[in-house]
């Protein structure tokens, strides 16, 4: 009789299992992003950036989930500023929040994308030698997105978007220190698989 409960139990398990698979509740998110900083930091105006973020998602409503990820945008300078001469600011850190997909009537196989969360990051100041020479440690800002997402089959997608981060610290070079905003503007392309 042993044999036979282990059988139906382990029927079970793969049932369960099969069925939570099947609903591809669970996603991972490889995002490239060209980034246009919203305003200088401090006296240096910021060139164009990029960055990636890698995000796992989990949907627990028919078009809610929540996403939690981390994240890595830098910014050259060509300026001479309070960072130096041609320093790069660089923003790493980890991003949590919800993101709601839900299909276009009329439009197969398309999909409308909001993002809305926070972002706990720091931003690394490098001199022209490639030297950290300041690091604001980390500290909580936020972050909001729109999209579509394409589906591509066998369980991919394509997910263009546009996001907007803000996050505020202070960094210290020798001993003077500045208020610093990070805000901008970043466009990328995301690849996601379902699971």
Same mark, same amino acid.
């Given at each position: 009789?042993?044999?036979f409960?282990?059988?139906?139990w382990?029927?079970?398990?793969l049932l369960v299992l099969?069925?939570g698979?099947?609903?591809?509740?669970?996603s991972?998110?490889?995002?490239?992003?060209?980034?246009?900083?919203?305003?200088?930091? $401090?006296?240096?105006q910021?060139?164009? %950036?990029f960055?990636f973020?890698?995000?796992?998602g989990?949907?627990?409503?028919?078009? =809610? /989930?929540a996403?939690?990820?981390?994240?890595y945008n830098?910014?050259?300078?060509?300026?001479?500023?309070?960072?130096?001469?041609?320093?790069?600011?660089?923003?790493?850190?980890?991003t949590?929040?919800?993101?709601?997909?839900?299909?276009?009537e009329?439009a197969d196989?398309?999909?409308?994308l909001i993002r809305?969360?926070a972002?706990?990051?720091h931003?690394?100041?490098?001199?022209?030698? $490639?030297d950290?020479?300041?690091?604001? %440690?980390h500290g909580l800002g936020?972050e909001?997105?729109?999209?579509?997402?394409?589906? =591509? /089959?066998?369980?991919?997608?394509?997910?263009?978007?546009?996001?907007?981060?803000?996050?505020?610290?202070?960094?210290?070079?020798?001993?003077?220190?500045?208020?610093v905003?990070?805000?901008?503007?970043a466009?990328?392309v995301g690849?996601?698989k379902?699971f």
């Amino acid at each position: 009789m042993k044999p036979f409960r282990e059988s139906i139990w382990l029927g079970v398990c793969l049932l369960v299992l099969n069925t939570g698979i099947a609903q591809d509740k669970w996603s991972l998110e490889l995002r490239p992003a060209v980034n246009s900083s919203a305003q200088d930091i $401090g006296d240096a105006q910021l060139k164009t %950036g990029f960055g990636f973020e890698a995000a796992f998602g989990y949907r627990f409503m028919p078009h =809610l /989930g929540a996403y939690a990820g981390w994240g890595y945008n830098t910014f050259g300078s060509d300026n001479s500023s309070f960072a130096g001469s041609n320093a790069d600011f660089d923003e790493t850190g980890y991003t949590f929040g919800f993101q709601f997909i839900h299909p276009i009537e009329g439009a197969d196989n398309f999909s409308y994308l909001i993002r809305a969360g926070a972002i706990y990051n720091h931003i690394e100041v490098e001199n022209g030698d $490639g030297d950290i020479i300041a690091d604001s %440690g980390h500290g909580l800002g936020w972050e909001a997105g729109l999209g579509i997402q394409m589906e =591509l /089959g066998k369980n991919w997608n394509l997910r263009p978007q546009i996001g907007y981060r803000a996050l505020s610290r202070d960094l210290r070079i020798g001993e003077v220190v500045t208020e610093v905003d990070l805000n901008y503007i970043a466009i990328g392309v995301g690849i996601a698989k379902t699971f």
